[in-house]
C-alpha cells in the first residue's frame, strides 16, 4: 500500500531555467557505444530519477555529469557549459555525487570521511600527509564544523561522529556519503542507487531526508534508481535509458504510460497502469 503513497512535495519549478541541461551528451568506449544523444533538462528543486535496465547507462550518465569522462556534447550547470571543465572543477561549479559502489574508508571515523567531501579528489589522496599540515587551525575548525552540520542534516547524531564507519549499519552508511557529498554545498546531489540493500522504509526515509534537505537548501537531487516504485514515490521528473538511449522522460504518470517504457522496461502486466488508465 506504501506503493501507492508520494513522498515528494510540490517543489520543482519547471517554467523555471533547468538546474542542468543535457545536450546530445555521448561516450563510447573502444568503439562500443555506451551513451548516444543524450537530451534533456533537470528542473530547479525536487528530484529528478534515471531508471532503465542493467547496462543502460546510468552510472555512464552521472560519470560524464561529474567529468570523470570526456564526453561528446555539452552539460550546462545554471547555463554554465561544463565542457571544458575537469571533475574537479565540476565540484566546485556546485556537482556532488555519491557512487554505486560504497567508497567510504571503513577504518576511518564518520567525521573524517565527511571531511574528505570538502578537498578535491587529488587533495584527498594526499589526506593525512601535506594536506593537513598546510590547512591553518581555522580552516580545520570550519571544515570540521561543516561536516557535523552535515551529520546531523542527514539524521546521524553528532556522537556517531567519532564512530569508525566500519562500526555503522547499512543505512547509516548510506547516510554518510550522502553527508560527504553535502559539505561542498551542492547545487546538484547526484545519487548512484543510494537505496541498493535498504528495505523500502529505510529507502523513503534517506530520500525524504534529501528531498527535505534540498528544500531548504535550494539543491536539486538526481538519482539513479532500480526500484521503479520508490522512484514513481520520490520522483518529480524521470528519465528512461535504454541500451544508452534516451527512451522517454516525464512526469512519473507520463513515464509509467508511455508504451515504450512499458515494452522495455516497466513491464505490460504492472496493475498500477490499468488502475491509472482507468482514471484517466
Ligand atoms: N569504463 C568503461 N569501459 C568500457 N565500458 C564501459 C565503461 N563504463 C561503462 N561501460 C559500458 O557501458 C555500458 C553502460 O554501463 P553503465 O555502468 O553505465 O550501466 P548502468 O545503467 O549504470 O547499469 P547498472 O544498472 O548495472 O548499474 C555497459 O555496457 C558497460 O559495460
Ligand atoms: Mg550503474
Same mark, same amino acid.
Given at each position: 500500500m506504501t506503493a501507492e503513497l508520494s513522498i515528494r512535495g510540490d517543489e520543482t519549478s519547471p517554467a523555471a531555467d533547468p538546474v542542468l541541461r543535457l545536450e546530445h551528451v555521448g561516450i563510447a568506449f573502444r568503439g562500443v557505444r555506451a551513451l548516444s544523444d543524450v537530451s534533456f533538462d533537470i528542473p530547479v528543486g525536487g528530484l529528478t530519477a534515471v531508471i532503465g535496465p542493467n547496462g543502460a547507462g546510468? =552510472? =555512464? *550518465?552521472?560519470?560524464?555529469i561529474? !567529468?570523470? @569522462? /570526456?564526453?561528446? !556534447? %555539452?552539460? %550546462?550547470?545554471? !547555463? /554554465? #557549459?561544463? &565542457?571544458?571543465y575537469s571533475a574537479d572543477r565540476r565540484a566546485r561549479a556546485g556537482i556532488a555525487r =555519491?557512487? &554505486? $559502489? #560504497? $567508497?567510504?574508508i571503513e577504518q576511518a571515523s564518520v567525521l573524517e570521511n565527511v571531511m574528505l567531501g570538502a578537498s578535491s579528489w587529488a587533495e584527498a589522496a594526499l589526506l593525512g600527509t601535506a594536506l593537513a599540515t598546510r590547512r591553518s587551525r581555522r580552516e580545520e575548525a570550519e571544515a570540521q564544523a561543516n561536516a557535523i552540520e552535515?551529520? +546531523?542534516?542527514?539524521?546521524? /547524531?553528532?556522537?556517531?561522529?567519532?564512530?569508525?564507519v566500519g562500526e555503522l549499519a547499512h543505512a547509516d552508511r548510506r547516510r554518510v556519503e550522502i553527508a560527504r557529498a553535502l559539505v561542498a554545498r551542492p547545487r546538484l546531489l547526484m545519487l548512484? %542507487? #543510494?537505496?541498493? !540493500? *535498504?528495505?523500502a522504509s529505510e529507502s523513503d +526515509?534517506?530520500?525524504?531526508?534529501? *528531498?527535505? @534537505?534540498g528544500r531548504e537548501t535550494d539543491m536539486t537531487a538526481l538519482l539513479v534508481e532500480h526500484d521503479v516504485s520508490l522512484v514513481m514515490r520520490v520522483a518529480h521528473r524521470i528519465a528512461v535509458l535504454d541500451i544508452g538511449k534516451l527512451l522517454a522522460v516525464g512526469s512519473p504518470s507520463e513515464v509509467r504510460r508511455n508504451p515504450e517504457v512499458i515494452a522495455a522496461y516497466i513491464g505490460a502486466e504492472d496493475p498500477e497502469d490499468r488502475a491509472e488508465g482507468e482514471r484517466v
Amino acid at each position: 500500500m506504501t506503493a501507492e503513497l508520494s513522498i515528494r512535495g510540490d517543489e520543482t519549478s519547471p517554467a523555471a531555467d533547468p538546474v542542468l541541461r543535457l545536450e546530445h551528451v555521448g561516450i563510447a568506449f573502444r568503439g562500443v557505444r555506451a551513451l548516444s544523444d543524450v537530451s534533456f533538462d533537470i528542473p530547479v528543486g525536487g528530484l529528478t530519477a534515471v531508471i532503465g535496465p542493467n547496462g543502460a547507462g546510468k =552510472t =555512464t *550518465l552521472f560519470n560524464c555529469i561529474s !567529468g570523470i @569522462y /570526456r564526453h561528446e !556534447g %555539452e552539460v %550546462e550547470l545554471d !547555463g /554554465r #557549459p561544463l &565542457q571544458s571543465y575537469s571533475a574537479d572543477r565540476r565540484a566546485r561549479a556546485g556537482i556532488a555525487r =555519491t557512487f &554505486q $559502489t #560504497p $567508497t567510504l574508508i571503513e577504518q576511518a571515523s564518520v567525521l573524517e570521511n565527511v571531511m574528505l567531501g570538502a578537498s578535491s579528489w587529488a587533495e584527498a589522496a594526499l589526506l593525512g600527509t601535506a594536506l593537513a599540515t598546510r590547512r591553518s587551525r581555522r580552516e580545520e575548525a570550519e571544515a570540521q564544523a561543516n561536516a557535523i552540520e552535515k551529520i +546531523e542534516a542527514v539524521g546521524l /547524531r553528532s556522537a556517531a561522529a567519532k564512530r569508525s564507519v566500519g562500526e555503522l549499519a547499512h543505512a547509516d552508511r548510506r547516510r554518510v556519503e550522502i553527508a560527504r557529498a553535502l559539505v561542498a554545498r551542492p547545487r546538484l546531489l547526484m545519487l548512484d %542507487e #543510494p537505496a541498493a !540493500g *535498504l528495505s523500502a522504509s529505510e529507502s523513503d +526515509e534517506l530520500l525524504s531526508m534529501v *528531498l527535505e @534537505y534540498g528544500r531548504e537548501t535550494d539543491m536539486t537531487a538526481l538519482l539513479v534508481e532500480h526500484d521503479v516504485s520508490l522512484v514513481m514515490r520520490v520522483a518529480h521528473r524521470i528519465a528512461v535509458l535504454d541500451i544508452g538511449k534516451l527512451l522517454a522522460v516525464g512526469s512519473p504518470s507520463e513515464v509509467r504510460r508511455n508504451p515504450e517504457v512499458i515494452a522495455a522496461y516497466i513491464g505490460a502486466e504492472d496493475p498500477e497502469d490499468r488502475a491509472e488508465g482507468e482514471r484517466v
